[in-house]
């Protein structure tokens, strides 16, 4: 066994050690096939108001520019999936997406990946590296693809043949020489359920979404006022969404989580349809303490909930 693979295997450990539900490995190099395709979508204007989708164009596609030195992209995948779904509990009840009931991943993510990564300069040397999650501009559905943890769905989210697609995707781009391994198949086939079931047709086709489209931007990264046009599709969704998600046939595969960090409060739990429509700042402040939420602010949110009563 090579050192490279030596090195490979006990990361590997570590991270599951840590809580990670799955780890992988690609070669850190230019992602030559995703320019056209990052290109393109940009050129359609699908990143709506996300204007800081356009930049850092070159950065997106080499992780070199991140990391000197770069030579391995090392992705992890945390599960979400809730032990109790809380928008099939009242049918009318507005809804938030799962990845958004207990604390902000970005936290909890960043957290453990800095434990691995102290780990790796302890037990194996001196490596520069750096962590990422959702922080900057990192392609990280092509690194995990990449990392054989999965294939990227015609809704464009990472899918796990053994977990669904339920699960947050972290970094660390490292100048240390690793093991890589192989990508993994496509295996949707001829499946359209997700493209089918989008209330607001953001799926524009096979593993294209619109993201000006998307009820997850409309509700969290929208900043002005919802268009009209999209009134009665928001299916009383109020932060994010997970139609496509839900009607996968993968995630019959999706297992509770164990992050008790993930888990929701009680007063997330027994939030009915008054109380979202009378929220408070002092309850906002109360119920989303460090929650992802806090992303759409008070204002952001009473707008999604104005906009989604309408229906």
Not at 39 to 54: F, P
Not at 158 to 171: D, H, W
């Amino acid at each position: 066994m090579s050192l490279a693979e030596k090195h490979s295997q006990l990361i590997k450990q570590k991270a599951r050690e840590i809580g990670f539900d799955f780890c992988g490995i690609a070669k850190a190099e230019f992602l030559e096939a995703e320019a056209p395709r990052l290109e393109m979508w940009l050129k359609n204007n699908m990143q709506g108001e996300m204007s800081y989708m356009a930049n850092h164009f070159d950065k997106r596609l080499n992780p070199k520019l991140l990391v000197e030195g770069a030579k391995s992209v090392i992705s992890v995948l945390l599960n979400y999936f809730p032990k109790q779904d809380l928008s099939k509990q009242n049918g009318d009840n507005f809804k938030i997406a799962k990845y958004a009931y207990g604390e902000d991943y970005h936290f909890v993510i960043k957290r453990k990946l800095h434990e691995l990564l102290n780990f790796i300069r302890e037990n194996i040397g001196d490596v520069h590296g750096r962590a990422f999650v959702d922080s900057a501009p990192v392609m990280d559905k092509v690194w995990a693809e990449r990392s054989g943890l999965g294939w990227r769905g015609k809704n464009s989210n990472l899918i796990n043949k053994k977990l669904g697609s339920f699960f947050f995707i972290g970094e660390l781009i490292v100048d240390l020489e690793l093991a890589p391994d192989a990508p993994t198949g496509d295996y949707c086939g001829s499946c359209r359920r997700c493209m089918e079931a989008c209330p607001t047709e953001a799926i524009v086709s096979p593993y294209v979404v619109d993201g000006s489209k998307c009820i997850s931007y409309l509700t969290i990264e929208l900043k002005n006022e919802i268009p009209q046009e999209f009134q009665g599709k928001m299916n009383n969704w109020i932060f994010g969404c997970d139609i496509c998600q839900d009607v996968c046939p993968w995630n019959r595969f999706a297992k509770p989580h164990q992050t008790p960090e993930f888990e929701p409060n009680e007063a997330l739990k027994n939030m009915q349809k008054k109380d979202w429509l009378e929220i408070t700042e002092e309850v906002f402040a109360k119920v989303f303490t460090k929650s992802a939420l806090k992303r759409a602010k008070i204002k952001g949110l009473q707008r999604n909930i104005r906009f989604a009563s309408l229906e």
